[in-house]
């Protein structure tokens, strides 16, 4: 049976994760033992057609940094595009790379997996969100949903709270490339958040 995830795909680094046996979110390390991956792609001059995403990549900014793609999130949604050895990549194609490289670690941990959910941030325009599910189905993935990063955060704080305190909450994303802040009311013995405003 395959798997679910839930994926941050970050502007500097990305992480996937999924509920494990005890029902909690855990984060699945990568092929190379690590809880994040480096939101960057590498296009080796020495290995035309190759693109390496990940650590390798993040090394490559000093040897090659004309063939090295980072912060593609910033553009998501917008019809600017990125070449290399003359040919144009959309930031969505970027992003469905950085995807790949997640889903294939996770699931040589968890096994198939071909559903997802992607938290984006709460500012994102129509445009940038509609481009993030298409990387994801790029990837390979049906998108089950899109959710704002603090309002996962909420959910995640809603769920694991031991603290029966009801009310305001604000919750704040200080991310590599975006910052978002939004209001949000839980209910802890409910289980439910509502958000205010982003």
Known sequence: MSK???I?????FSAISYLNSAGKPEIIPNSEGERVTPSIAW???DQKGKIIV????????????ERVISGVKRIMGTDEKITVDNRNYSPQQISSL?????VNDASQKIGKIDQAVITIPAHFSEEARKATIKAGEEAGLKIEHIINEPSAA?????NESENN?????????LGGG??????VDVKISKKKVDVKTS
């Open 43 to 45: 296009f080796p001059k």
């Open 178 to 183: 975006t910052f978002d802040v939004t209001i």
């Open 8 to 12: 941050d795909l970050g502007t500097t």
């Open 4 to 6: 679910i995830v839930g």
């Open 98 to 102: 950085i995807i790949k490289k997640l």
């Open 54 to 65: 990940g650590k390798e990549a993040e090394k490559a900014l000093v040897r090659e940094p």
């Open 154 to 158: 909420a959910l995640f704080y809603t």
């Open 165 to 173: 305190d009801d009310g305001l909450i604000l919750v704040y994303d």
